[in-house]
């Protein structure tokens, strides 16, 4: 389990998020959503130490994360940013570097290194593409390859800022169905998405930001169906009921 | 299957560094034996046992071949590394040395070196090193102060090599011999090269290639991007600003005895590139190879061309690496903006 206290950040003395407190809980899939320019993807970073002007408690299962050296951290923790560079290496060149956190200088990867690699690409189904060059490949394939590279980092939690950001729609429910089943399978993943369908659908955890602070928190449905919702975003959300289950869909 | 594929893979690339270290040996050879005076393989092999004896072809071996092509081949090799790395740190193709102030802070520190009456071989070789350090810490110093970010690099590279280049400008406005005497190592070549000069630069050449050759991996991630290497743990800013000042120590001290040769450090490291990839572990023993090759083919040709007269290399290379940097653009073009 993740949880910050009192978080405080600031951008060139600016402050983004002024003092939240939130838990993300193990095993589960929690959703960060707000407005644009909330500090949804400030607070994201927080939790992996990377903006410089902040204060406040991160702890993970109890530690508190400041007291981790970077690699350490890296060891705990895969963040995957929103924006990316397409690097000119293969697939696999890409993967293996999710296990950089392991080695000490003069990093060589080993034997174990590549089994995870290996390992990390069948799971997300680009073991036949590993030799392909990343600028070779789909907008998809790239987000599955990165998302190998957090696999292969082999930590207890991943944070994800909009990973179906650019993905069509067939890959978006992809993307969500894998970090479903990585939350099945123990990991505490926490990411930032938009799509409030896709919110009722995947998310266990919801913490809605405004203006650098949390407006409510709780299950997906509950978010939704909150108040503050209309407040964030200015609109109405509708909710109507299928077999499928709940569906959700938003009016202005 | 897969790693059958991998070993094929890596068979061929180590191929191509076999092939590389096989033109380097022929260049260096060539280099050694062809000039004004023809050395031939015997002789070339009777003058390497018998040492700097009384025949002429020995005296021309030891004392103007050997060294000449120990520094193309050095000069090569820590250009075009040094190009390399700051390519892959600044994730800009078209960086080289001359982007982190080295060619100017170098070219400063001559010129202001020559007007003040200098002009000892040990001393230009001195002050260009020197010179090349400063400015690099100079742009990693602004680059610091305003977050290290890539842009601020190149930015700050672009500022400082601007004030040091009106500087040397205004030395040789004001001392016109400081033109005159510095005009060598400005154009850049190895007519001059002499065992002394050449050895404290040869020492930190190969130690720093050898420092490079361990952080390869560092340097991929690095060119992932600032977010995607903090992830991984690389302490980023420390990173990038090291590498810097890696590269500003290969490239001052090839600067120091070849003098400002233009574009090898942009040239080579795209060459390596397209022929054996961008992963640094093999992209930077070959680009120090093709490297210490080319340049070593261009200062014999600089010899041979027009002999008994030589053409600076420098100038040579100029003319290679010009239409070959307006071809780059063009191809550019079409990929990316």
Known sequence: ?252 | MQNSNSSSTGSKKSWILVCGAGFVLIAAVLSICLGAVSISLPQLWKSLLSGPDNTAAARILWYSRLPRTAASLLAGAGLAVSGAVIQKVLANNLASPGIIGVNAGAGLAVAACCAFGTFAAWAIAGASFLGAMVATFLVVIVARKSSASRTTVVLGGVAVTACLSAVTETIITMVPDAALASVDFRVGGFSAVNHSRLLPAAILIIAGIVVVLTLTNELDVLSLGDDTARALGLRVSHMRNGMLTLAALLAGASVSFAGILGFVGLIVPHMARRIIGSESGKLIPFCALLGAGFVTVCDLAARLIFAPYELPTGILMSFLGGPFFIWLLLKRKDKRP
């Open chain 1, 1 to 252: 389990m993740i949880s910050i206290s009192d978080l405080h950040a600031s951008y060139e003395g600016t402050e983004i998020i002024h003092g939240i407190s939130a838990v993300f809980p193990t095993g589960k899939i929690s959703v960060i959503m707000g407005p644009n320019g909330c500090g949804k993807s400030t607070t994201l970073r927080s939790l992996v130490h990377m903006v410089p002007e902040m204060s406040g408690t991160v702890a993970l299962d109890g530690q508190n994360l400041a007291a981790l050296t970077p690699q350490e951290l890296a060891k705990r923790i895969a963040y995957l940013p929103q924006s990316r560079n397409v690097p000119d290496i293969t697939v696999e060149r890409l993967v293996i570097h999710g296990r950089f956190p392991y080695l000490n200088y003069p990093r060589r990867y080993r034997k174990e290194d590549w089994e995870k690699v290996g390992q990390a690409l069948e799971w997300v189904g680009l073991s036949d593409l590993r030799k392909r060059k990343m600028e070779n490949l789909s907008g998809g394939q790239r987000q599955k390859a990165y998302l190998a590279m957090a696999l292969a980092q082999d930590t207890e939690v991943i944070l994800m800022d909009e990973p179906t950001t650019f993905l069509d729609i067939k890959n978006q429910f992809e993307m969500l169905d894998r970090s479903k089943v990585l939350a099945n399978e123990g990991k505490t993943v926490i990411m930032i998405l938009h799509d409030f369908e896709a919110i009722l659908h995947y998310a266990d955890h919801v913490i809605l930001m405004k203006d650098g602070n949390t407006l409510t928190s709780g299950s997906a449905e509950e978010v939704l169906r909150s108040l503050e919702v209309r407040k964030a975003f200015g609109v109405k959300p509708c909710f109507f009921e299928t077999e499928d289950g709940l569906h959700c869909y938003v009016r202005p």
